[in-house]
């Protein structure tokens, strides 16, 4: 139980495109979903926390209006990178929390991005 | 601001041997505390967790222990295996911050066979 799956894997795009990725909770309604960035060799950082049916909440430095967070249904949040440039470039991972109070994050595969 | 801290980017353990992984915190608000596990471009897989209430918690080969005086945490894999090799990552979670995970460095451990 409790897996996540995200698409795509990998995706490579041209700058100043956008590009959308989908994380959803394959076998459990996830009420939180959480988008996180990862660059080599670094740490998985935080973005945003999702709540299904309202507006996500960003974390410090995090654009907003670069990374657009949708949380449409309890099994599925996208997170869509507008005007991508290479600096955006990064794996984006997402997890999902079974239910409030629950500590533990599922996470997807990850999603490779290259903008080039 | 590092709240959760791996010092060790990397170890190398003898297959059977004992692996011990370190880390440490900041922030005395956590309350909760999680290991995962990741291979390269996946994402990561959870181990084991522990309460604040706790000061052990063991589940097969792996045991974390928690000094919470010490603000620092380890996880114990014994017997060590050659499938055990990946990036450990320890994270925290605290109810104030809405349980949101903060994560440390991670550190590669390697099983040599």
């Known amino acids: 139980g409790a897996v996540v799956s995200q698409h795509p894997s990998w995706v490579i795009c041209k700058s100043g495109t956008s590009v959308k990725i989908e994380c959803r909770s394959l076998d459990f309604q996830a009420t939180t979903m959480f988008w996180y960035r990862q660059f080599p060799k670094q740490s998985l950082m935080l973005m945003a926390t999702s709540n299904e049916g309202s507006k996500a909440t960003y974390e410090q430095g995090v654009e907003k209006d670069k990374f657009l967070i949708n949380h449409a249904s309890l099994t599925l949040s996208t997170l869509t990178v507008t005007s991508a440039h290479p600096e955006d470039s990064s794996f984006y991972i997402c997890?999902?929390?079974?239910?409030?109070?629950?500590?533990?994050?599922?996470f997807g595969p990850g999603t490779r991005l290259t903008v080039l | 601001d590092q709240q959760v801290k791996q010092n060790s980017p990397s170890l190398s353990v003898q297959e059977g041997r004992i692996s011990i992984l370190n880390c440490d915190y900041t922030?005395?608000?956590?309350?909760?505390f999680l290991w995962y596990k990741k291979y390269p471009a996946e994402g990561p897989t959870f181990l084991i967790s522990i309460s604040s209430i706790k000061d052990k918690n063991e589940d097969g080969r792996f045991t974390v222990f928690l000094n919470k005086s010490a603000k620092h945490l380890s996880l114990h894999i014994v017997p060590s295996q050659p499938g055990d090799s990946a990036v450990y990552f320890c994270?925290?979670?605290?109810?104030?911050?809405?349980?949101?995970?903060?994560f440390g460095q991670g550190t590669r451990l390697t099983i040599n066979p």
């Open positions: 997890s999902a929390r079974v239910y409030a109070g629950y500590n533990e994050q599922f």
């Open positions: 922030n005395s608000m956590f309350d909760y």
């Open positions: 994270a925290a979670s605290d109810v104030q911050g809405a349980q949101k995970l903060v």
